[in-house]
């Protein structure tokens, strides 16, 4: 997940910069424990629908690519077993590894028990988005949320556009938040020489869902013949909504090859070997995806959402297409009447970058390479970093 390959990189270039890190993590059952950037012995987690928390884990997103339970419907009593166990955890982690500075990822939860627990440990916080969709999706739970949250020393949002959603929902004083924004790992993603575009290939990569716009991109493709196409579909998801996209995806025959969830490096690959990245999405915080196509040499037909436009800018480019956002009933549910406009103005910024692309597979970056440079991970730790020396000051 996003935040996951976010915590993974920042642990990454917080050794690399001679910090000592700790993890603190809730885990899934059927998940391996440890991470590839830690060792085993600076880590503690709560297991999830095992003997720390008895059901499946909550998901920062109402649909997650695996099992999981949506904060919404937790009981009392399940949220005071998802507290006791964090706070016995965090206990634990704070007395075996005498943390000098806490960074937790969501302003939510456990980042405001952390808060209240050890009020004299400084500790910023990462925004990642899911966070502020799940303040708006649970009122009961805000004041819960609130307590700690307003309490955090520096609050690290991912674009400016988030910053005033923070200030807006939970009050805080804008010199409190700093804009750290989020990166792409460059040994990953990086310009390669692009397949003949005879198919074009097309590539999306998140959850099988309805909040990432995924079926009316699907239908959308359904009426492109020409150029000739083939979709390589990444991602997971679960429930009626993961199905139903699968069934789109199989009425486009062999024009779709349906992978489910891949690590960064099967995806590197695919990205560097397809034409065009696109991401429907309906709400994203600042969406990686599109800095890792960009990087990758991809070109670009996303939603204009606000932390889309950030990473953008003010770029003119005939190799980006942006799509006007429908108007959303919910925080990722569209009125009925703008569906078929959306899903139309979708297969014309499409079919317009496939022309383009079987006519000029290869696209030139250097008019937006120092915009791409700017966010890789090493580049993101530097405003973090400065952020843990305000607090440490």
């Known amino acids: 997940m996003g935040s996951g390959i976010y915590v993974q990189a920042m642990i990454r270039e917080a050794t690399a910069c001679g910090y000592d890190n700790y993890l603190v993590a809730g885990v899934r059952s059927d998940c391996c424990d440890g991470t590839d950037c830690i060792e085993q012995d600076k880590s503690m987690f709560v297991n999830f629908h095992n003997a720390d928390v008895s059901y499946h884990i909550p998901g920062m997103s109402n649909v997650m690519p695996y099992e999981s339970t949506r904060f919404c419907d937790l009981s009392e009593e399940d949220l005071s077993e998802y507290e006791k166990a964090f706070s016995e955890i965090l206990q634990n982690a704070v007395h075996k590894f005498k943390p000098d500075i806490i960074h937790s990822h969501h302003l939510w939860i456990v980042s405001s028990m952390a808060r209240r627990l050890f009020p004299n440990i400084p500790m910023v916080t990462t925004c990642h988005g899911s966070d502020l969709r799940q303040f708006q999706n649970c009122p009961h739970l805000q004041e819960r949320v609130l307590f700690g949250c307003r309490k955090i020393d520096v609050v690290m949002a991912l674009s400016e556009a988030q910053k005033n959603e923070i200030i807006r929902f939970y009050n805080l004083a804008p010199e409190k938040i700093i804009i750290a924004g989020a990166g792409y790992n460059d040994s990953l993603f990086y ?125 003119d480019t005939d190799f980006i297409t942006l799509v006007r956002t429908p108007r959303l009933r919910f925080t990722d549910q569209p009125y009925r009447e703008d569906e078929y406009s959306f899903e139309e103005n979708l297969k014309n910024a499409i079919q317009q970058q496939i022309y383009a692309a079987s006519k000029f597979p290869q696209i030139d970056l250097s008019p937006i390479q120092d915009k791409i440079d700017s966010f890789t991970w090493t580049g993101i730790f530097k405003k973090v970093r400065e952020a843990y020396l305000t607090c440490l000051i």
């Open 191 to 315: 310009l390669d020489t692009k397949p003949n575009p005879d198919p074009v290939q097309l590539v999306y990569a998140g959850k099988l869902s309805n909040a990432k716009g995924v079926p009316w991109f699907l239908r959308a493709l359904q009426s492109i013949s020409s150029p000739a196409w083939q979709l390589h579909l990444l991602g997971s998801g679960s429930g009626e909504e993961k199905e139903y996209c699968l069934i789109l995806a199989k009425e486009l025959g062999k024009k779709v090859r349906v992978y489910g969830a891949l690590p960064q490096k099967s995806l590197a690959k695919i990205m560097r070997h397809s034409h065009i990245l696109v991401l429907p999405s309906f709400y994203e915080g600042l969406p990686l995806v599109v800095l890792e196509g960009l990087a990758s040499g991809c070109r670009i037909v996303a939603t204009d959402l606000p932390g889309t436009k950030e990473i953008l800018g003010n770029s």
